[in-house]
């Protein structure tokens, strides 16, 4: 089982910027999937997740109202819309995939497999 961030770049404060996160080697279309970051010198924190339809999200408050997750689970794939971005959303963006849930999570004990990370940088 892998899952590929890819998206991330460097972006001025006020950009915008889409994360993709594709699964292979097992669907995941019954299981929650999520997205959580780390900053520099910061612990990895959750930011969004999604129930296995997709018809239930959840949001840190840090990020409520700019970021949107969404998934497509005929591509087996999630994704990150943000908008409105800060120089404190700069940080590695993990997505995570939940074997054991097929509502949203966001403890990260909660995920069991995660992808490798791709870099999110906001300059302001």
């Known amino acids: 089982v892998q899952l590929v961030e890819s998206g991330g770049g460097l972006v001025q404060a006020g950009g915008s910027l889409r994360l993709s996160c594709a699964a292979s080697?097992?669907?995941?279309?019954?299981?929650?999937m999520g997205w959580f970051r780390q900053a520099p010198g910061k612990e990895r924190e959750f930011v969004a997740t999604?129930?296995?339809?997709?018809?239930?999200?959840y949001y840190a408050d840090s990020v409520k109202d700019r970021f949107t997750i969404s998934r497509d689970n005929a591509k087996n794939t999630v994704y990150l819309q943000m908008i409105s971005l800060k120089p404190e959303d700069t940080a590695v963006y993990y997505c995570?995939?939940?074997?054991?849930?097929?509502?949203?999570?966001?403890?990260?004990?909660?995920?069991?497999?995660w992808g490798q990370g791709t870099q999110v940088t906001v300059s302001s």
């Open positions: 995570a995939a939940s074997m054991r849930y097929g509502s949203g999570r966001s403890e990260q004990d909660d995920y069991d497999y």
């Open positions: 999604s129930s296995w339809s997709g018809g239930s999200t």
């Open positions: 080697g097992r669907t995941f279309s019954r299981n929650a």
